[in-house]
């Protein structure tokens, strides 16, 4: 079983910045691209940004294109998601999520989608105010 441990949420004004790390035990954890995802209240939970583990591929969404920095840490099984000028609607549960090597083909094209992870931590709440 893989577990995933997402840290670093909290409360913070429209401007600042945050760090979020989540880190990935088990017994023989082996994954091809880590993903964040957040979910706001009433909403689906939505993609943010990804990484694959090999080659530092990453990919982001529009809403955080410039603003937010994935990146991974390979030797600690850690990604962490580095969150700048936040903004209030940045507001949400923020989950890491991991796809299986099953899916490198088609993981390009498909990056985004909840079904390609097969497993995703607890969340973390950011709240970012006005």
């Known amino acids: 079983q893989v577990q995933l441990v997402e840290s670093g949420g909290g409360s913070v004004q429209a401007g600042d910045s945050l760090r979020l790390s989540c880190a990935a035990s088990?017994?023989?954890?082996?994954?091809?691209?880590m993903g964040w995802f957040r979910q706001a209240p009433g909403k689906e939970r939505e993609f943010v940004a990804a990484?694959?583990?090999?080659?530092?591929?990453?990919y982001y969404t529009d809403a955080v294109n410039g603003r937010f920095t994935i990146s991974r840490d390979s030797a600690k099984n850690t990604v962490y998601l580095q969150m700048n000028s936040l903004k209030p609607e940045d507001t949400a549960v923020y989950y890491c999520?991991?796809?299986?090597?099953?899916?490198?083909?088609?993981?390009?094209?498909?990056?985004?989608?909840?079904?390609?992870?097969?497993?995703w931590g607890q969340g973390t709440q950011v709240t970012v105010s006005s």
């Open positions: 999520a991991a796809a299986s090597p099953s899916i490198s083909k088609v993981y390009s094209r498909y990056y985004y989608q909840r079904s390609l992870y097969d497993y």
């Open positions: 990484i694959i583990w090999s080659d530092g591929s990453t």
């Open positions: 088990g017994r023989t954890f082996s994954s091809y691209a």
